[in-house]
């Protein structure tokens, strides 16, 4: 009787162990992976180098993916190589829940400071409306002039991508980029 007890208990223990202790090691999508947004801009995946996913805008040009979260040159052909550098994105692998780094960059006479975090790990839709697991990164940016915003992203294991984006600032500017489909 006392067993029957603590049997769920153990069970329910070993879950929430499992579901905490849940980390993923950085990898690029396997090459040839397509990813459609809700856009309709498709990005290709071609390769990897060190911490840089090599990928290609279709009907684009080619760019290197960071850690999964900062793309250069950037969507808006910026070079994002400083900025890249100052973050160093790549410290926050691989992810667990509760891992967290911080920076600081300088640009224009102005200094930001960044805290990336792993929220969670959580189930979500992901392309198909399946529900798929995802670690959930939040990058809270603050200008030295009371300026702020938030980034989040999701991060699917399975795909080794980011399936959502979501960004809003202080100034009531905000944007997404949802993943629909994924073809490999």
Not at 41 to 67: H, I, T, Y
Not at 132 to 138: A, G, N, Q, S
Not at 157 to 177: E, L, W
């Amino acid at each position: 009787m006392r067993f029957a007890f603590i049997a769920p208990l153990l069970l329910a223990g070993g879950f929430c162990a499992a579901a905490s202790a849940q980390t993923m090691e950085f990898a690029c999508p396997d090459p040839g992976t397509t990813f459609t947004y809700d856009s309709g801009v498709k990005v290709v995946a071609r390769g990897r180098s060190g911490m840089d996913c090599n990928m290609e805008r279709v009907g684009g040009g080619p760019f290197k993916l960071r850690a999964l979260l900062f793309d250069n040159p950037s969507a808006d052909g910026n070079d994002a190589t400083a900025f890249i550098a100052a973050l160093r994105p790549e410290r926050l692998w691989p992810l667990e829940a509760g891992k967290k780094i911080e920076a600081s960059y300088k640009v224009g006479g102005g200094t930001w400071t960044y805290t990336l975090a792993v929220v969670r790990y959580e189930r979500r839709t992901g392309p198909g409306e399946k529900m798929i697991d995802t670690f959930l990164i939040e990058m809270n940016e603050t200008g030295d002039k009371g300026q702020r915003s938030i980034s989040r992203w999701w991060i699917a294991p399975s795909d080794k991508f980011a399936i959502r984006y979501d960004f809003s600032d202080g100034a009531g500017k905000a944007n997404r980029a949802v993943v629909t489909e994924v073809t490999r």
